[in-house]
Structure formats: structure tokens, C-alpha cells
């Protein structure tokens, strides 16, 4: 039995036995995770279908089972073939920072380059495909007198600040996924 393009339909995949004449002796039936709640096959042609809306997240790959079998003594025509469903994942989670909020001082009139603070954040995307997942680290509030390396997420000064003149400053931090319009 073969997996292949489900003709008109680009999200489906057919299945064909060479058993099957098209004289409608054979259907196909589908078993393992998922099949009937989350997968259905048309019995008729082997196209194969998902009913729902797949997320990696909740699960990254499911494991099916097809098999070709006589409509009328349901006895198998063909083996089962065993097959793995792998879900492709899309950027459709945030970025979240792992122990913030972070707080951080800095002495008044600090030299510039002082290291402020080094935060991180993670992304439950897969980071093995596309961009969905690389975090970008940018400073939001706190210009000129703060930067962030937007990949490592050192912030640094970059301008010496007189608290009198500058009382209370402060600045936020952002982390962003790295998108592309390729992704």
C-alpha cells in the first residue's frame, strides 16, 4: 500500500492498494492514534484527512495504521501499513522570560559598557523549524542610556546617567521571536 498526494485536495494524503480496481471491492480503514477522533479515510478512495486543528505542542507526532480490506468479508486484501503523521509547527506561542520580572541597579555616573544584567526567555515553538522559535531581545523604555545584545540579552550602558538630572530611570526590556516572511 502507498501514501501518496491527495489529488485536489493539497491538506489530504491518499492511500492506495494495487489490489484496488476501483470497482469498489476494497476499502480502506485506518487505526491508531487518533484515527476517527483526531483523522478520518475515505473508505472509498484512501484519502485521509484531519478533522482538527493539529498543535506540536500538545502533540508532535501521531502513529497510524491503514489497511486495504474486502468491503464484504472485512478480510485484509493488503498488510496494515504503519505510518507517521509528523506536525509541522507555526509561531503561535510567545516568548516568556524564565525568572522575571527581572530587577537590576546600576551605580549613579557607572563607566559605559557596565553590565547591567543578562535575562532569558524561551519560546515553546520548535526551534528546528523555521524562526518560530529564535528569541530577539530589544530595549523598549530606557534609550540612550541603555542597549541589549538582541541576541544573548547582556544589557549594558551605553551613556553615564546623573540620577539628579535623571532621577528614577528606568528601562524595559522585550523579547520578541524572530519572524520571517519565508516562515
Same mark, same amino acid.
Given at each position: $500500500? $502507498?501514501?501518496?498526494?491527495?489529488?485536489?485536495?493539497?491538506?489530504? @494524503?491518499? *492511500?492506495h492498494?494495487?489490489?484496488? &480496481?476501483? %470497482?469498489? &471491492?476494497?476499502?480502506?480503514?485506518?487505526?491508531?492514534?487518533?484515527?476517527?477522533?483526531?483523522?478520518? +479515510? %475515505?473508505?472509498?478512495?484512501?484519502?485521509?484527512? !484531519?478533522?482538527?486543528r493539529?498543535?506540536?505542542?500538545? /502533540?508532535?507526532?501521531?502513529?497510524?495504521?491503514?489497511? !486495504?480490506?474486502?468491503?464484504?468479508?472485512?478480510?485484509?486484501v493488503?498488510?496494515?501499513?504503519?505510518?507517521?503523521?509528523?506536525?509541522?509547527?507555526?509561531? %503561535?506561542?510567545?516568548?516568556? =522570560?524564565?525568572?522575571?520580572?527581572?530587577?537590576?541597579?546600576? #551605580?549613579?555616573?557607572?563607566?559605559?559598557?557596565? $553590565?547591567?544584567?543578562?535575562?532569558?526567555?524561551?519560546?515553546?515553538?520548535?526551534?528546528?523549524?523555521?524562526?518560530?522559535?529564535?528569541?530577539?531581545?530589544?530595549? +523598549?523604555?530606557? @534609550?540612550?542610556?541603555?542597549s541589549?545584545? #538582541?541576541?544573548? !540579552?547582556?544589557?549594558?550602558?551605553?551613556?553615564s546617567? %546623573? =540620577?539628579? &538630572?535623571?532621577?528614577? *530611570? &528606568?528601562?524595559? *526590556?522585550?523579547?520578541?521571536? /524572530?519572524?520571517?516572511?519565508?516562515?
Open positions: $500500500m $502507498m501514501l501518496g498526494g491527495g489529488g485536489m485536495d493539497p491538506d489530504a @494524503q491518499r *492511500l492498494s494495487d489490489v484496488d &480496481k476501483g %470497482d469498489g &471491492k476494497v476499502k480502506y480503514v485506518l487505526s491508531g492514534e487518533g484515527a476517527t477522533s483526531i483523522f478520518t +479515510i %475515505d473508505e472509498n478512495t484512501g484519502d485521509i484527512h !484531519a478533522t482538527k493539529l498543535d506540536r505542542e500538545a /502533540q508532535a507526532y501521531y502513529t497510524l495504521q491503514a489497511q !486495504a480490506v474486502d468491503r464484504i468479508t472485512n478480510l485484509p493488503e498488510p496494515k501499513s504503519e505510518f507517521v503523521v509528523k506536525v509541522q509547527d507555526i509561531n %503561535d506561542n510567545e516568548p516568556k =522570560f524564565l525568572d522575571g520580572p527581572y530587577l537590576a541597579g546600576v #551605580p549613579e555616573m557607572s563607566p559605559l559598557g557596565t $553590565m547591567v544584567v543578562q535575562v532569558a526567555a524561551t519560546d515553546a515553538d520548535d526551534p528546528t523549524y523555521g524562526n518560530s522559535a529564535r528569541v530577539v531581545y530589544s530595549i +523598549i523604555h530606557g @534609550q540612550p542610556y541603555f541589549v545584545e #538582541p541576541k544573548t !540579552a547582556h544589557a549594558w550602558t551605553i551613556a546617567a %546623573d =540620577f539628579d &538630572k535623571v532621577p528614577g *530611570l &528606568k528601562y524595559t *526590556l522585550s523579547s520578541t521571536v /524572530q519572524y520571517c516572511a519565508s516562515d
